[in-house]
Nanobody
Framework: VQLQASGGGLVQPGGSLRLSCTKS????????VAWFRQTPGRDRSFVAA????????NYADSVKGRFTISRDNAGNTVDLQMNNLKPGDTGVYYC?????????????????WGQGTLVTVSS
C-alpha cells in the first residue's frame, strides 16, 4: 500500500486548506483512514480519523469545529478540510490507513503511512 498526501502549502492565519490522501492500487474501501501531523522535535500527533463504515469521525480537541475528514463516494480519496487555520496547525501532515475498524488516536494503531505534506500557517 502506498499513500500519497497532497495539498499542503503556506496560508495565513484564518485561512483554509484542503489536504487529500490517495492510495495506490485501489480505493480506501474497507480501510479506516487517519490524519496525523508532526513538527520538528515532536512526536507525530493525531488530527482526525474515520472508519470505512458510516460512523462518526474522531477529531483531536484542538481541531474540532475547524477540520473535517471526508471521503469521496468512490472511496478513492480521503480529504481533510482545514478552516480557520492557526499557527499551531503548522506541521507535516500524514495520512495513514488500517484494515481494522478504528478511529484510534494512537500512532501504533495505523499500519500504512504515506509521505507527508507540509502545511505552514504564518502571516
Amino acid at each position: 500500500v502506498q499513500l500519497q498526501a497532497s495539498g499542503g502549502g503556506l496560508v495565513q492565519p484564518g485561512g483554509s486548506l484542503r489536504l487529500s490522501c490517495t492510495k495506490s492500487g485501489g480505493s480506501f474501501s474497507r480501510n479506516s483512514v487517519a490524519w496525523f501531523r508532526q513538527t520538528p522535535g515532536r512526536d507525530r500527533s493525531f488530527v482526525a480519523a474515520m472508519r470505512w463504515i458510516n460512523s462518526p469521525a474522531n477529531y483531536a480537541d484542538s481541531v474540532k469545529g475547524r477540520f473535517t475528514i471526508s471521503r469521496d463516494n468512490a472511496g478513492n480519496t480521503v480529504d481533510l478540510q482545514m478552516n480557520n487555520l492557526k499557527p499551531g496547525d503548522t506541521g507535516v501532515y500524514y495520512c495513514a490507513t488500517s484494515i481494522s475498524s478504528t478511529t484510534s488516536p494512537r500512532v501504533t494503531s495505523w499500519t500504512s503511512w504515506g509521505q507527508g505534506t507540509l502545511v505552514t500557517v504564518s502571516s
